[in-house]
């Protein structure tokens, strides 16, 4: 089987970013988001994306970027003085050194799961933002919650290929793990981040992925940027033009055809 999912990650996470993700949608591959409901523009991202025709709208976690669903005070080991996640590095070293408590991720996983059906989504697909999900301590809750929660979808990170880069190889031996802890939870066999390839990728190259055998899932952060965003201290700024022209690109519209799917189906 050869079958590609065309995913653009972030919705929500600023107005312009949004209006990029519905841009790739309705004139180029896109058919796939998932939605950040940490961040001020979530809300009114959900709306517009539930009343996109074809356009299927998951969950993505959140314990590294916005702010908490859950009031402080039950998560003190999530966030930091300003009542915000830490960010990924200081994450990870938290984590590592026994200093996050994964009771407090499910409770902020639960809530983050009920403010999206709030908003009127009902997400079947997950992944997460900057990949926590596949942190093996993380990757267990998840799964756990996942399964009572009858997700269709969980991401996995493994390149079709050797790795090009050290973060996608990390991500692949992570996905080894969480592959173990999620089973009964579907997922993609091979994934590639546009955004993260070393360098920007052409439209021959990208059109190239649909040869590719499996389940395969091409994800990129396509936006228009904008003050909030930059607010953010996102490290994409730049790329996001770059990630909207390509799942724009005819020629990636037409190498990759009807082999397009939904996560969920």
Not at 189 to 213: C, E, G, I
């Amino acid at each position: 089987m050869n079958a590609i999912i065309v995913g653009a990650d972030d919705l929500g996470l600023s107005p312009g970013v949004t209006r990029g993700i519905l841009d790739a949608h309705r004139d180029g591959v896109v058919r796939s988001t998932s939605l950040l409901v940490t961040f001020p523009g979530g809300q009114e991202a959900a709306n517009l994306a539930r009343n996109e025709p074809g356009l299927e709208v998951g969950l993505h976690l959140d314990l590294v970027g916005g702010t908490p669903v859950t009031d402080r005070r039950r998560i003190p080991t999530l966030v930091g003085p300003d009542g915000r996640f830490h960010r990924l590095p200081q994450f990870t070293t938290r984590l590592l050194t026994g200093r996050i408590n994964l009771t407090e991720v499910a409770i902020e996983v639960r809530a983050q799961v009920g403010r999206a059906r709030e908003w009127g989504i009902d997400p079947r697909a997950w992944d997460s933002h900057r990949h926590t999900h596949l942190m093996p301590p993380l990757s267990r809750v998840v799964a756990d919650i996942a399964r009572e929660e009858d997700v269709r979808y969980l991401r996995r990170a493994r390149p079709p290929r050797f790795a090009a880069t050290a973060k996608a190889g990390l991500l692949g031996a992570a996905s080894i793990v969480s592959d173990l802890l999620a089973r009964g939870v579907p997922g993609n066999d091979w994934f590639v981040d546009l955004t993260a390839l070393p360098k920007r990728p052409d439209p021959a190259s990208v059109a190239l992925f649909a040869a590719y055998r499996g389940l395969g899932e091409i994800v990129a952060h396509p936006g228009h940027p904008d003050d909030a965003l930059r607010a953010t201290g996102d490290s994409l700024v730049l790329r996001r033009f770059d990630d909207l022209a390509i799942l724009t690109d005819p020629l990636v519209k037409s190498a990759f055809g009807d082999t397009i799917r939904w996560r969920v189906e």
